[in-house]
């Protein structure tokens, strides 16, 4: 018997409650319905369990699909994917029938994986909501019960107290930004790393340290590189401060921020030390320059829901900006940058769905991923283990520098050189696995390993890199 026929005969209907609240979350008939039909998805989920290669009779119309996709956007997207709408875990479904293990996860987005029952009930939930879209003008429960949330872990070891939600990193970094400025007007200018990157409208594509990704757009000429850490030069600390106070004196008073990745994304996932950022951090306290912390990748994936928990820099941070795990973008603050009225608002602050999805998602991160001896780092000493392996058995100096923070990692083949990276990555497209690069010299493999992952799935993932690289040799 279905469990909502179970549930309904327990229903009792509590008419003190019928005035307050959303009436279906104490509803065992909805909750049973939402059981049912999420169980029904998974069964149907449940033959994804391992790669599978594209179905011949599928292929030539997937690749007509892709041809003409490619036409509609005015460019081929950069993997043949387009997904079914099916996936189990680590695995997901393409058009062509092909079934892929997944180790990008829509960069970032998906750290549950695919089809998470839990993370599809939360969703479900939203969709039964009176609105699709909530806004800063109507807010419902969800957005207080989220803030609230995300309010109390950012603040735990942090001066951190508000959160204010956009619809993603780059929006999120937009309103970082604003709160910087505005509290340190008429401050202009930008403390910002080399490699870094921040997103893409027009002011966090000039944050952003690559020409490639504003090429013929002007130049506003308000950010001040940082040379990076370099782990083969013992003085990149000395240098990175010495190079932040001499650009410091050219621009005197006139410097709103310091944004940093706790660990570069796009720049090539390489750890780095909390003594390369202090003296700097220092530095801009001493000057009241906001220290803004864009952990829109790091978040909850360093094994800390916090790379500056992880790095133990709470101290120091007065924004941050998260997105991706949470479904949605987030910009903390402390009191003293809480801005005037006016200053960041927007009709959507993001979708029912994904703000019950993006609750759920922290739930289930606080039960046992979390913490040095959580799964997080387990998966990442597992991961960065085989790879190692690999480097030293059969690809023998083609897995080199294998290292990241917890769920980021990063690999450098062939000595980084961007055809022959680019060539694997495709490679190891068609034979099921797939992931993306990171980093300019050397272009690195990157992989943002959901954190539902196997240990199974783990040995799947490295096998399948090792095939791809020695048919790279080959
Ligand atoms: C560090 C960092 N900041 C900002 C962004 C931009 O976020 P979004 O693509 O959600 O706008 C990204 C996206 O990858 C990122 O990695």
């Known amino acids: 018997m279905l469990s909502v026929f179970k549930n309904a005969m327990n229903y009792v209907q509590n008419s003190d409650e019928t005035l307050v609240g959303r009436q279906i979350d104490k509803d065992p008939i909805v909750e049973g319905l939402v059981t049912d039909l999420v169980d029904e998805v998974t069964v149907h989920n449940g033959s994804l369990f391992g790669v599978r290669p594209p179905q011949p009779h599928l292929v030539e119309q997937f690749k007509k699909k892709m041809d003409h996709l490619g036409a509609l956007r005015g460019r081929p997207l950069y993997h043949p994917y387009i997904g079914t709408g099916a996936g189990n875990g680590v695995y997901v479904e393409l058009e062509d029938g092909s079934v892929?293990?997944?180790?990008?996860?829509?960069i970032g987005?998906?750290?549950?994986?695919?089809?998470?029952?839990?993370?599809?009930?939360?969703?479900?939930?939203?969709a039964l909501a009176d609105i699709v879209m909530q806004g800063n003008l109507q807010p419902n429960n969800e957005y207080w019960q989220l803030s609230e949330k995300l309010v109390q872990i950012a603040s735990r070891k942090s001066r951190l107290k508000h959160a204010w939600f956009a619809t993603c990193g780059t929006m999120a970094n937009e309103s970082a930004l604003k709160l910087a400025r505005q509290?340190?007007?008429p401050a202009r200018h930008i403390f910002a790393m080399k490699n870094a990157f921040a997103g893409r409208s027009t002011m966090m594509a000039e944050v952003t340290d690559n020409p490639a990704y504003k090429q013929g757009l002007?130049?506003?000429?308000?950010?001040?590189?940082?040379?990076?850490?370099?782990k083969k030069d013992p003085q990149s600390a000395e240098k990175a401060l010495k190079a932040m106070k001499e650009l410091y004196a050219k621009h005197e008073k006139d410097v709103s921020c310091f944004v940093f990745e706790p660990m570069l994304g796009e720049g090539g996932f390489v750890p780095v030390p909390r003594e390369f950022y202090v003296p700097m951090l220092e530095f801009c306290k001493q000057n009241k320059i906001a220290i803004w912390a864009d952990e829109v990748q790091t978040f909850a994936r360093t094994g800390e829901y916090f790379a500056f928990e992880t790095m133990d820099l709470g101290q120091y941070v007065d924004i941050v900006t998260i997105a991706k795990t949470?479904?949605?973008?987030?910009?903390?603050?402390?009191?003293e940058y809480n801005p005037k009225p006016g200053l960041i608002a927007g009709t959507f602050s993001g979708s029912t769905g994904s703000m019950m999805a993006g609750l759920e998602i922290l739930n289930i991160l606080a039960e046992g991923y979390i913490g040095p001896n959580g799964r997080i780092m387990e998966i990442h000493r597992r991961f960065i283990d085989g790879l190692n392996r690999l480097n030293e058995t059969t690809c023998k100096g083609l897995v080199i520098d294998a290292g990241g923070m917890g769920l980021m990692i990063a690999f450098t083949p062939f000595d980084g050189k961007k055809e022959q990276v680019e060539l694997l990555i495709k490679k190891m497209f068609q034979n099921g696995l797939i992931a993306f690069s990171c980093g300019k010299d050397p272009v690195r493999i990157r992989l943002l390993v959901p954190a539902i992952i196997q240990d199974q799935d783990i040995e799947t993932a490295l096998q399948l890199i090792e095939k791809s690289i020695l048919q790279g040799l080959g």
Not at 326 to 335: A, I, K, M, R, S
């Open 100 to 106: 892929k293990l997944d180790l990008i996860n829509g």
């Open 109 to 126: 987005i998906h750290i549950m994986g695919h089809s998470h029952p839990r993370v599809m009930k939360a969703t479900v939930r939203g």
């Open 183 to 185: 509290k340190n007007s």
């Open 326 to 335: 949470v479904q949605l973008g987030v910009t903390f603050y402390t009191e």
């Open 218 to 230: 002007p130049d506003y000429n308000e950010v001040l590189r940082i040379p990076n850490y370099d």
